[in-house]
């Protein structure tokens, strides 16, 4: 786990190359404080190049691709091509784990790779068969000789996350990579100057020829819903992200740059006639699929904790650990189960699940106590790390799980995101199930499927809401807006001008569309949601230099076999999961196996809000001059303060204002910094 940076000067070649890159890898310290280390490119011929935090180990490495120069040593150096790296070493931790790297026997191809090839060892021993030789333990030697063999191929073999750029020197060109689901960030600017990529944002803004500009389009989706990144270009105008599941080509002999998708999701969309037989070996084969991604996901020479909130993902990934720690012996919990939990004194609270699968494990258990004294001041160091304005105060709370990790010595969380996506674990989900089974005329399974909505965390009424909200949908924006109350009550603080020039982006929040359950489950996996919500457990992890692990978001094998199965195994007898409930049966406790509810990081935001009422409004206050885009009414916000935050009944106006409020701090920080 790491941060990568890489910039290519399109006219020839430039001295202030090398004072970039170094400032570009400046900003990603805190992803990778362990080593650092540059490659500069010209003429075919490349030259490393080390930085204040690269270790004498690296120094003194007779690799290839050890430091022979210090970076302000090349502050009149003229290159073409220059990469810089930030490393967190968690695998191989000598200097056979610096990058960039090349291979001993093939120097002309160089990588900056952040993520993990879970499968690494495997692959090893595969090449080693057709002749390669390793010289080091470390992933992404294997990522190397991988592309080296199969050349764009290497990324359908790999098993876990990954965002990373190859310069092939013999070919004078860039490959760069994304893994399947967008756990793992990519960005890049290209203008008539400069082609650069890096890990985070912040760190394209010291590219000397990108201005950062708002992104208008960006803003109504973010203000109405707390939709981040919904396309490739987010919050800063022309800086983009690399799609999941893509990877491009950047030719440098024409500075043409081609972007491909490598990777299509295959899914079920048939509802088969119910087969217990097959039903039963289906969750057998779930059950031993998720035990091996959590498994491989042990492969580490530091220590791993743990996120457990007590919902049905993470306590089934804690339980697994427990019964594999109990067969076999782990290096890297040679210390015990070490889990951490995020409680506070709310009725959204779910501390008490989780200390019953302590009790269950006898895991070692970290519950932080968090609340909203410190909120307020927080905020603007969180939007820094996370290089957008937050959408809601649970990004607070994860920081704080993973700043509490930190200072207990853990490099490695693992946690339960994704289970939602593959299982159908929103109540969201249900609605696409209902119109499933009723446009292929299963009367039968509709009937007994309305009848047991009694194990689920929704009504038949909010069903059939849902349902003619579907209806709805398909009318055309202009009408929507007439048609819609719900509309006209969240948008109450929005400019009028605003919201008629975004008019085509209206939508309807939580709404869906007519298709089958997997289709749905597909598309929050691969397009928006469940990247939005990796993205920011990316930054908060990397904000405390600990990698995040998620077995249900990157593990192919289990994630293939989750889209196999059709739907009526996922919703069944009223029951979210179901599969997943029954393949854990006897591993977890019966209790948080049968959960009905469904709470997701739960946090009482708007509780908090009004908590610190003052301190929040002073904020507003000390940015409001700052919105030159007039997103909103801000007069009518600031006379109606008390109002809006003096009872939960104004819910939707305190979450609007609380992103309209991070937006402002994050023009602060990044449009005009003083």
Known sequence: MCGISGIVQLQGSSNQLPVILKNMNDKLKHRGPDDEGFTLFKDGKAQCFSGQDTPASSLSSNLAFAPKFQIDSAKEHPIQVGFGH??????????????????????????TLNGEIYNYIELREELQSYGFVFHTESDVEVVLASYQHWGTDCLSRFNGMWAFVIYDLQKNQLFGARDRFGVKPLYYVKNEQHFAFASEQKALLEVSSYQPVVNVDAMLPFLLYGQIEMQSEGFFKDLFELKPGHFFMFDLFDSQMNITSYFELKIQTKNNTWNKQSFEQAAQKTKDLIKQAVRIR????????????????????????????????????????KTFTASNDSTEDESSWAKQIIDHTNADWHNIKIDSSTLVEDIQKLIYFQDIPL???????????????????????????????????????????????????????????????????????????????????????????????????????????????????VQFHGGFQSESLNQRLKSYCTETYLKSLLRWEDRCSMQYSIESRTPFSDDINLIQHAFSLPANYKIRNGWSKYILRESIKGLVPESIR????????????????????????????????????????????????????????????????????????????FIYPE
Not at 92 to 110: K, T, Y
Not at 653 to 658: A, S, V
């Open 86 to 111: 930030r490393r967190l070493a968690i695998i191989d931790l000598s200097a056979g784990g610096h990058q960039p790297m090349c291979l001993q026997e093939n120097q002309e191809i160089w990588i």
């Open 298 to 337: 042990f492969r580490s020479d530091v220590s791993i904790g743990f996120c457990l909130s007590g919902g049905l993902d993470s306590s089934t990934i804690v339980c697994t650990a427990a019964e594999i720690v109990k067969e076999e012996s782990i290096s890297s919990l040679k210390h015990g189960i």
């Open 391 to 505: 959408a809601t105060t649970s990004t607070y709370a994860q920081s704080r799980v993973m700043r509490a990790a930190h200072e207990h010595g853990i490099s490695i969380l693992i946690d339960g995101q994704g289970g939602d996506e593959l299982y159908a674990g929103y109540q969201t989900f249900y609605y696409s199930y209902f119109h499933q089974i009723f446009s292929s005329f299963q009367w039968k399974t509709l009937f007994k499927e309305s009848r047991s909505l009694g194990n689920s965390p929704m009504s038949l009424k909010e069903l059939f809401a849902a349902m003619l909200k579907v209806k709805l949908s398909h009318f055309p924006a202009g009408i929507r807006v007439k048609l819609s109350k719900k509309w006209k009550s969240e948008t109450s603080l929005m400019t009028p001008a605003f919201l008629e020039s975004k008019a085509q982006q």
């Open 594 to 669: 049968l959960r009905k509810d469904k709470k997701g990081f739960s946090i009482p935001q708007n509780t908090w809000l009004m908590e610190q009422e003052s301190a929040f409004f002073d904020l507003f206050q000390s940015h409001k001059h700052l919105d030159v885009h007039e997103f909103v009414q801000k007069e009518l916000i600031e006379s109606n303060w008390k109002v809006f935050f003096s009872d939960l009944k104004h819910s939707k106006e305190q979450d609007l204002i609380f992103r309209y409020v991070c937006y402002l701090c994050w023009l602060k920080q």
